[in-house]
């Protein structure tokens, strides 16, 4: 099955400057990576997502890369705002219309220093 | 947006007990999943389900059973409540095919003492 490993497992970085959070996946028929945050005592909440068609992805101060050959993908997010205090999970599936789940790295701790 | 209700927030048994954690969505998809969320290890799943009284096992189902017995409701079930299932229990919908947004539930913390 698949396999997601996710670094790091924390982050503290200054307001005002980026972050990136980095997860390697093992299964290379693996077609989806989405990226989702969890505020503390709140659900998994989708903030962006990547297909294996496409290299990279943006929304805002989001972004979202994809390297198909190393197996790898990243979620960088420009400007940190205090609000972008939380723990971020990067997931990996293929997506053939079937029912699979989402296999989940571990978690990243984002906090956004004052 | 699909809405995804869990029948509790919190839920504290005693162990050996039975156990049923309840998940509604009302957008008539196919796909359920039930994940469970410990520290340090993310979010694990438990089972899935993709149509009525249709089940298949994730990565750890052991301890669990499942029941689908319409569309909107996909129940797990711990047959004999243990400590180490003491955890955060989270259920998704989706629809099948390439829409593949999956969207989760409240969640329901359990402890088992």
């Known amino acids: 099955g698949e396999n997601v490993e996710q670094h790091p497992s924390t982050l503290s970085v200054q307001e005002g400057d980026s972050a990136v959070i980095k997860c390697t996946y093992s299964d290379s028929a693996s077609n989806y990576f989405p990226w989702y945050k969890q505020e503390l005592g709140k659900r998994p909440q989708l903030i962006i997502d990547?297909?294996?068609?496409?290299g990279e992805k943006k929304d805002q101060r989001i972004a979202v890369t994809l390297n198909k050959t190393a197996k790898h993908f990243s979620l960088h997010i420009t400007e940190t705002q205090p609000e972008d205090s939380a723990v971020y999970f990067c997931?990996?599936?293929?997506?053939?219309?079937?029912?699979?789940?989402?296999?989940f790295g571990k978690g990243t701790h984002l906090i956004i220093q004052p | 947006d699909v809405k995804v209700t869990q029948s509790s927030r919190y839920l504290v048994k005693r162990t050996g007990e039975k156990v049923f954690l309840e998940c509604v969505q009302d957008m008539d998809h196919e796909n359920m999943f039930w994940y469970r969320q410990d520290p340090g290890l993310g979010l694990r799943l438990i089972y899935f389900s993709y149509d009525v009284k249709m089940k298949e096992k994730g990565d750890i189902p052991e301890g669990y059973s499942v029941s689908r017995e319409k569309k909107e409701r996909f129940s797990l079930i711990l047959e004999s409540a243990s400590t180490n299932q003491t955890s955060m229990y989270l259920c998704a919908a989706r629809s099948p095919g390439d829409a593949y947004e999956q969207y989760f539930g409240p969640g329901t913390r359990l402890t088992v003492t």
């Open positions: 990547i297909r294996s068609n496409v």
């Open positions: 997931a990996a599936v293929y997506s053939g219309g079937g029912a699979d789940g989402l296999t």
